[in-house]
């Protein structure tokens, strides 16, 4: 049996295929019982600290709103309003946390406060958002996937623009899920090797493919889902001008499209730049599942929340 109570939720690494397939079918089966107007509350009574270093719309908006569909109650803690604010130590954040909270999510910049609160904390933590990786939306976007194309075995998803959080989670993820990824990202913003490498161990084990190239048109080329995400992540903003120019023809568009499959969807965790990495055409057209995905992030994190706390 799957042994998830009191697991942490930090990346996707951490979970065999087994668990990553469990958790898409709970958070298909929550949502359905949501849009049945069942009430479903496993976590009566507990509490979620929500530790938030950068801005968010969808996952602060959609933690909250899950934890209360499951019966508990969520804080938002703002880290400039606790005291991590002001240099305690997460180490201290954690037990201290430990003692009234039934759960933690974080997001923050450095991935290390991630792991590091979760060797503070005695309950479980939740990765929200690093600069290494966001497996919560990774898990929404491949529910959403699955609902749309009703499989997810040997699909082809093609990754274009930076190699970022989101490339780092959607390659663990396909590789897992036995898919094939393709990312391509100008030079001197590859995703992670070390990721990359680590992915396609996991890809030779459940029959996925891991490939990096530089051409958008390769990447693209087949492809069953094209993915791209903003040119500058949260905490890279002075860079923007110079990203701007490097990812000049990693857009996003009607042309690059054309490579892919007939029926391909469209994906962005959001939030977009219009006419930067994505053409208003293309994320406002009839393949695109945005906020598809935006919704998936309740279901998915009400699924992880409940397997684990
Ligand atoms: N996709 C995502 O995590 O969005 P927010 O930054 O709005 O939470
Ligand atoms: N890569 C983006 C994702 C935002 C949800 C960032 O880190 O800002």
């Known amino acids: 049996a799957l042994q998830l109570k009191g697991r942490d939720f930090l990346g996707l690494s951490d979970y065999s295929p087994e668990e990553i397939r469990y958790l898409l079918d709970l958070a298909i089966e929550l949502k359905r019982k949501r849009k049945a107007g069942e009430v479903y509350q496993p976590l009566l009574g507990k509490t979620l600290g929500m530790i938030f270093e ?44 430990s003692r009234y909270l039934d ?36 898990l ?8 749309m194309k009703g499989r997810l075995e040997g699909l082809k998803i093609a990754y274009i623009g930076d190699g970022n959080n989101m490339t780092h989670s959607l390659m663990m993820g396909a590789a897992k899920l036995g898919m094939h990824f393709a990312s391509a990202s100008p030079e001197g913003y590859d995703p992670s090797a070390e990721v990359v490498k680590q992915s396609r161990e996991v890809a030779a084990q459940t ?5 990096v190239v530089r051409d ?22 002075e860079e923007q001008k110079e990203r701007e ?16 499959k007939s029926d391909y969807l469209f994906m962005h965790c959001l939030p977009a730049h219009r006419g930067e990495e994505v053409s208003e055409g293309v994320i406002d057209g009839k393949h695109s599942v945005i906020f598809d995905e935006a919704e998936n992030r309740l279901h998915a994190q009400k699924a992880i929340m409940a397997a684990i706390m």
Not at 65 to 93: C, P, W, Y
Request: proline share 2%; with cysteine.
């Open 54 to 97: 950068k801005s968010s719309t969808r996952t602060r908006v959609s933690f909250e709103v899950g934890m209360f569909q499951l019966g508990g109650h969520a804080l938002f803690l703002s880290k400039n309003d606790i005291q991590m604010g002001r240099g305690e130590t997460i180490s201290d954040t954690a037990q201290t946390m």
């Open 216 to 237: 958008p048109r390769e990447a693209v080329e087949g492809a069953d889902i094209v993915y791209t995400d903003v040119w500058a992540s949260m905490g890279f903003e």
């Open 245 to 260: 120019k490097a990812f000049k023809s990693y857009q996003v568009n009607e042309q690059l499209v054309a490579k892919a």
């Open 140 to 147: 929404a976007d491949y529910q959403t996937v699955l609902e």
């Open 207 to 211: 029959g996925g493919r891991v490939d």
């Open 103 to 138: 759960g933690i999510i974080i997001r923050t910049f450095g991935h290390r406060n991630v792991v590091d609160l979760a060797r503070g904390a005695t309950i479980p933590v939740i990765n929200a958002l690093s600069d290494q990786s966001h497996p919560c939306q990774a």
